[in-house]
Nanobody
Framework: QVQLVESGGGLVQTGGSLRLSCSIF?????MGWFRQAPGKEREFVAA????????SYAEFVEGRFTITRDNAKGAVYLHMSRLRPDDTAVYYC??????????????WGQGTQVTVSA
């Protein structure tokens, strides 16, 4: 059974940057980042293959975020820049059994809060 622990969230001003980390305890998988804003459904942000050679992003990312991973450290990262107030959400990492199906997540982390002030 894999366990995921996110960290790195916080309060940042518009235009600022943050790096989120997802520590993976157990077997590694294809991984994804998701977010849930208040009053909204959880949505896909980015995904990366187990090897790290393939990634995909939601349209709203618009080149501002980059997903990477370091399997030696058991970690997946979400590098976020040019943050906007509408990026405010709880960010979750999750395991993806099928990289092509970002709606199917087997295991979730507990989430980390990102707040972007205007």
């Amino acid at each position: 059974q894999v366990q995921l622990v996110e960290s790195g969230g916080g309060l940042v001003q518009t235009g600022g940057s943050l790096r989120l980390s997802c520590s993976i305890f157990g077997r590694a998988y294809h991984m994804g980042w998701f977010r849930q804003a208040p009053g909204k459904e959880r949505e896909f942000v980015a995904a990366i293959s187990y090897s790290g050679d393939s990634s995909s992003y939601a349209e709203f990312v618009e080149g501002r975020f980059t997903i990477t991973r370091d399997n030696a450290k058991g970690a997946v990262y979400l590098h976020m820049s040019r943050l906007r107030p509408d990026d405010t959400a709880v960010y979750y990492c999750g395991t993806l059994p099928d990289l092509r199906d970002t709606q199917r997540v087997d295991t979730w982390g507990q989430g980390t809060q990102v707040t972007v002030s205007a």
